[in-house]
């Protein structure tokens, strides 16, 4: 499995795997005008905001987005993953881990001192990984106020 930085060439199949994530996360997926926003977004070399994909011989098979925050708390930075998504046939064979170590290092070469996430409660999978991984579990809730 080889994981990069997203391409031009990747944008459909991520658009394919965050519908495939919001179904997973029991969450509506509206694909309307998401191509050319994400492609906007994803490859502009000034846009903060970074995807890795996981590609094997065949297909991408999962992505990664994330972005350095601020944290007031700690008067730091700290990475923010958006999203991770694997594909079933992409899970359990490190994958995953592969993915966490790039966001890792990429974020120490960005000078954060931590990267947070999140993953809904039933996820018991993730939460399994997230925690063999050493990351530690916060109990918060995360709202959401449309403007």
């Known amino acids: 499995m080889k994981i990069r930085f997203a391409e031009e060439k990747d944008i459909s199949s991520i658009i394919e795997l965050c519908k495939a994530h919001a179904y997973y996360e029991r969450n509506f997926f509206k694909e309307e005008n998401k191509k050319e926003q994400l492609a906007k977004h994803l ?23 994330f972005f350095k925050q601020f ?18 046939n992409a899970r359990g064979n490190g994958t995953g881990k592969q993915i966490m170590e790039l966001i890792k290092i990429h974020s120490k070469e960005e000078g954060c001192s931590m990267i947070q996430w999140q993953t809904p409660d039933f996820n018991t999978r993730a939460i399994k990984f997230y925690t063999v991984l050493g990351a530690e579990r916060k109990n918060k809730k995360r709202f959401f106020w449309k403007v």
Do not use: N, Q, R
């Open 71 to 88: 944290s007031t708390w700690d008067v730091g930075y700290y990475m923010y993953i958006d999203c991770l998504f694997l594909k079933e």
């Open 43 to 65: 490859l502009d070399p000034d846009s903060h905001i970074k995807c890795l994909v996981a590609e094997s011989d065949t297909e991408i098979t999962g992505y990664a987005t």
